[in-house]
């Protein structure tokens, strides 16, 4: 196979066993990107010397009897909201162009602190948040499954999404707020785990919703996103919300699948906005999960499940305000107007709205806590449509995040899966898991992934000159 379509475990084994270097793997991926990113624009800024020194510095430790990292040597990319101190962090904002950030992120220290080669910064949605992945004024990534069409690549990860599906790097991180790696993870044919808030740090991380904020990795399969996780979660003084988490071993041997319940919701309780296709993917891969021995049980959702979206976007919107209040009426100031708007409609919002929003919350919480607690999972699609053209956004638009941000309002976690594709563009699935069982999940999609469930071919970059 070639390198650029490895995953992380794969190209550890290459590494271990000598038939690979990390600066040969990091010249190649970084030539990649100099071949293909003028095209796609997945990057913010690409960190090649850096690159280099670190992957040389790799290499001179594999050659010693050090104990290392399973992540020792291996390519990454980050979201440009994660600071690296005396680097700009632009937070996907063309205000921010010249915002050196003084300190670094605790997902930044951790990933270096396991050996891993940061390649650069990726590309995002304004300040995280929209759905689509659109930037009007630093520029939309473009979706590598279609590249005679400019398709939307989803928010708010979507140059990560878009370097990974397009093999520029072999994993990355984003974060999720409402379904930021979630939905281009399903655009993009990739695997994504959105993690329970307060089990990875958000300390130097540029915040949209301190209630609702999670740091996610994506990468081409389940194991990678664990590993990946291993080297993420943690306490963190910093962010006192990382201090209540249970300790795990994310990449240990799985859970067994066999006897695991499975929430199948009913498909009339779909949005009616959901794309056949997707919802065609969606049962098939609930028939791989019960062929796997689990037990998928047909349920109804409670009836205020769906509602719970918009809810979600009136604390994220308050949130978001009390961030930028100070420039956000400011037209001089460059502010996307889709973004913008969105900041602002926390304006529509009385004085007591917000707090009861927030026990509405606690209360919503408690009773799907309840109901979940027959089940050891949910199965949902990700996002309901496939990549639609960005001629087509409709930035009011409830879909991207409609079958996501329930995830985040219930602060539950959940791993997105490739499901299939719709026509020659993917569609995913999301299983959906308790607060702090992400174990859980990433056991199901291992199985799932096992049985075949993800396996689909890499998008076609013929015309960019690279296979």
């Not at 707020?177 to 540029?206: D, E």
């Not at 959901?274 to 028939?287: F, I, M, Q, S, Y």
């Not at 001089?332 to 529509?348: D, H, W």
Request: charged fraction near 20%; aromatic fraction near 6%; glycine fraction near 12%.
């Amino acid at each position: 196979m070639d390198l650029h379509w490895m995953g992380l475990g794969a190209l550890r084994a290459e590494l271990d066993a000598g038939r690979l270097s990390s600066l040969e793997l990091t010249d190649h991926l970084l030539g990649r990107i100099v071949g293909a990113d003028a095209a796609l624009g997945a990057f913010v800024s690409v960190d090649a010397e850096d690159a280099r020194a670190l992957a040389r510095a790799a290499d001179a430790a594999r050659g010693t009897d050090l104990p290392r990292s399973p992540l020792h040597g291996l390519p990454i990319v980050l979201k440009d909201l994660l600071d690296i101190r005396g680097r700009v962090c632009t937070l996907g904002s063309k205000r921010n162009l010249g915002r050196v950030a003084t300190t670094t992120a605790a997902t930044v220290e951790r990933l270096l602190a396991a050996g891993m080669v940061p390649l650069g910064k990726t590309h995002m949605t304004e300040f995280a948040f929209g759905g689509w992945g659109t930037n009007p004024l630093l520029g939309t990534p473009r979706n590598p499954w279609d590249l005679s069409t400019h398709r939307v690549p989803g928010g708010s990860s979507s140059g990560t999404g878009v370097a990974i599906a397009a093999g520029l790097a072999p994993a990355g991180i984003g974060s999720d707020t409402g379904g930021s790696v979630r939905i281009p993870a399903a655009f993009n044919g990739l695997t994504a785990l959105k993690v329970t808030h307060g089990r990875i740090s958000l300390h130097g991380t540029g915040l949209l919703s301190w209630t609702f904020d999670t740091i996610g990795p994506m990468a081409r399969c389940v194991e990678d996103c664990a590993l990946l996780l291993d080297a993420l979660a943690g306490t963190d003084p910093r962010d006192p919300a990382t201090l209540a988490q249970p300790l795990e071993d994310f990449a240990r041997e799985p859970r067994a699948v066999r006897g695991l319940r499975l929430a199948l919701p009913d498909a009339d309780q779909l949005p009616a906005f959901t794309d056949p296709r997707v919802t065609e993917a969606w049962l098939g891969a609930a028939r791989r999960f019960e062929s796997l021995g689990a037990s998928v049980v047909p349920v109804r959702l409670p009836d205020w499940f769906f509602e719970l979206a918009p809810m979600a976007g009136r604390i994220i919107a308050s949130e978001a305000y009390s961030l930028h209040e100070a420039y956000v009426h400011d037209r001089t100031v460059p502010l996307g107007e889709a973004v913008r708007g969105r900041i602002l409609a926390a304006e529509a919002f009385g004085p007591g709205d917000y707090p009861r929003e927030y026990r509405r919350m606690a209360e919503r919480r408690r009773a799907f806590g309840t109901w979940f607690e027959g089940f050891d999972a949910i199965l949902l699609p990700a996002v309901a449509v496939p990549a639609i053209p960005v001629t087509q956004v409709d930035e009011a638009s409830p879909i991207p995040g409609h079958l996501t941000r329930p995830v985040n309002y219930l602060g539950l976690c959940a791993l997105s899966l490739p499901a299939g594709l719709a026509g020659n563009l993917p569609v995913g699935v999301q299983v959906i898991g308790k607060p702090f069982d992400e174990r859980m999940v990433l056991s199901l999609g291992r199985a799932y992934e096992s049985a075949g469930g993800s396996a689909l071919p890499h998008p076609d970059l013929g015309q960019l000159g690279l296979g």
